[in-house]
């Protein structure tokens, strides 16, 4: 107990050392990192890019798309999964 009282007294005397914080203004400029291009970050970062925000989507493999690239077909509607450019 004693030593729990030592702790909360020094935090205290710590805290009436602080120096009180400046106020600042700065621009901010609206914008979001997204991270994996998958079919849920790709999605993600086209419907942050339609809202008028710069998008940085960013993926750590060569490859995009994610798992979905694997694949030969796509489940529903049979179509390629890769996107051709």
């Not at 005397?13 to 914080?21: D, I």
Request: glycine content about 8%.
């Amino acid at each position: 107990m004693e030593k729990s009282k030592h702790i909360v007294r020094a935090a205290v005397a710590r805290v009436l050392r602080h120096e009180a914080l400046t106020t600042r203004k700065e621009e901010i400029k609206p914008s979001a990192f997204v991270v994996g291009a998958g079919i849920a970050g790709i999605q993600a970062a086209l419907t942050i890019a339609n809202e008028g925000m710069k998008v940085f989507l960013v993926e750590r493999s060569p490859l995009y798309l994610g798992h979905m690239a694997q694949l030969d077909k796509t489940f529903l509607t049979l179509e390629g999964s890769r996107i051709r450019v």
